[in-house]
């Protein structure tokens, strides 16, 4: 079975920073792309960063500069270092392999909302 959770959500201010972390079970890690993804009230979900199974990560432009994504294959485990956040980054954020079929397993996402 495929476990996805995702956690370190929180309210922050503006300038902030929050780490969040994407624990997984049921899948070979090491061997899948994983991505970050989020969605905002009322948006639809958008890509925020991938990382490949070398660690070569790809960002969304509008998080690019400030959002770092790591790997920890030993434990199974994906992280999204977010500085400098924004009111914009508010939204709740969610993990999964990529590319993602819709039909995956998905977790239960951890908020993150920004007060400006």
């Known amino acids: 079975q495929v476990l996805l959770q995702e956690s370190g959500g929180g309210f922050v201010q503006a300038g902030d920073s929050l780490k969040l972390s994407c624990a997984t079970s049921g899948i070979r890690f090491s061997s899948n792309t994983m991505v970050w993804y989020r969605q905002a009230p009322g948006k639809r979900q958008e890509f925020v960063a991938r990382?490949?199974?070398?660690?070569?990560?790809t960002y969304a432009d509008s998080v690019k500069g400030r959002f770092t994504i790591s790997r920890d294959n030993a434990k199974n485990t994906m992280y999204l270092q977010m500085n400098s956040l924004k009111p914009e980054d508010t939204a709740v954020y969610y993990c999964?392999?990529?590319?993602?079929?819709?039909?995956?397993?998905w977790g239960k996402g951890t908020r993150v909302t920004v007060s400006s």
């Open positions: 999964n392999r990529y590319p993602t079929d819709p039909f995956d397993a």
């Open positions: 990382i490949t199974t070398d660690g070569t990560p």
